[in-house]
């Protein structure tokens, strides 16, 4: 609610929420720093429309989109309210929109060759190779690997798309990293044992938990461990190392309180420099034939992203060509209770 000269009068809890407390008394610009909105409510105070529709978006931590309807109400010295706003919550609209333009676009990209591969076998197996029953067991081979893909990237894009759907709800569960980042090395273990990789946990005494969404984070430490094995040198080790973020962190968090940073370091070829910031894009790949080879995806960082920022959290990648690749996620800590008051001493 506002007056006639732009100053908030009321607003509620969900206006709170997203735009911070204190707005009462200050003007809207400080409030909803949006051209278009200010342009309209300025256009509803000075009288020439009663009613306005705005959309617009903000673009941090996460973007989200809304709509704003702007109406005049008529003012007096007991009622001095001006004009009101109603914002309403477009984002999951938009992206479930977005989304599934990108899932048939991004789809019916990768699918094309192994299912370009399946037909060929199908035809091979009725042709040439009917009664080879050599040439059918390779044929046979090849296309379970090509379905094998296709599942993994389905399995990926519905992951990848759930994560951006609710990017922008910061997830509320209570994570312990030590048993999430226990439960990941196991799963992975027989990968790593089949190269002779070992896979260390490092992790600093008295850790907090962690605000956040055990499936997401679960996606995230998974991807970044399989690809450290993936991507590692023979008989190397991997190292995950859990930390209070004392320094280091990146600008974008130095907002918040406090952060835990793991790390998932690996002894394999690093990356090149100019790589590096693209590394998170969908279905990029440094070698392309390689990933494909491994049963890559190029999804893997990009879920890795999302699922992050959905924690308000941030992803750092340092690498060194002929060393190894470190990749360093940072999570707000949960809040810590506050200590308990010795009692009053009493006379």
């Given amino acids: 609610m506002l007056d006639s000269n732009r100053v908030v009068l009321r ?76 914002l309403n919550d477009l984002t999951e609209m938009k992206r479930a929109q977005q989304l599934r333009s990108d899932f048939v676009a991004n789809a019916s990209h990768e699918l094309r060759t192994p299912i370009s591969v399946l037909l060929g076998g199908l035809q091979t197996l009725r042709g040439p190779a009917r009664n080879d029953p050599k040439a059918q067991e390779e044929f046979v081979t090849m296309m379970e690997g090509q379905a094998e893909r296709m599942a993994r990237l389905v399995d990926d894009l519905l992951s990848l798309s759930r994560i951006e759907m609710n990017e922008h709800s910061v997830p509320s569960d209570r994570i312990d990293l030590g048993i999430l980042l226990g439960e990941v090395r196991d799963t992975l273990s027989l990968a790593a044992n089949a190269q002779g990789m070992s896979v260390e946990i490092d992790m600093q005494d008295d850790i907090p938990p962690v605000p956040g969404d055990l499936e997401d984070l679960t996606k995230v430490f998974q991807n970044l461990l399989d690809n450290a094995i993936k991507y590692g040198a023979d008989e190397s080790c991997v190292t995950l190392t859990v930390r209070r973020a004392t320094v280091g962190v990146p600008p974008s968090l130095t907002g918040r309180s406090g952060y835990i940073a793991v790390s998932v370091a690996d002894e394999g070829e690093g990356i090149e420099p100019e790589l590096i910031p693209r590394l998170t894009e969908r279905f990029f790949r440094t070698d392309a034939a390689l990933s494909r080879r491994l049963g890559g995806t190029g999804l893997g960082l990009a879920i890795v992203k999302h699922a992050v920022n959905r924690h308000r959290g941030a992803l750092s990648i340092e690498s060194t060509p002929g060393k190894g690749s470190t990749f360093t996620v940072y999570l707000p800590r949960a809040a810590e209770p506050a200590p308990e008051k010795a009692p009053a001493a009493t006379a």
């Fill in 11 to 86: 607003d509620n809890m969900a206006a709170r929420a997203l735009l911070g407390d204190s707005l009462v008394g200050r003007d809207l610009a400080s409030v909803l720093r949006n051209p278009n909105v200010l342009r309209a409510v300025d256009s509803i105070l000075q009288g020439r429309a009663d009613i306005l529709d705005v959309e617009f978006s903000f673009q941090v931590p996460v973007e989200r989109h809304f709509s704003a309807r702007i109406a005049g109400v008529e003012s007096s010295p007991s009622q001095p309210i001006a004009a009101a706003i109603a």
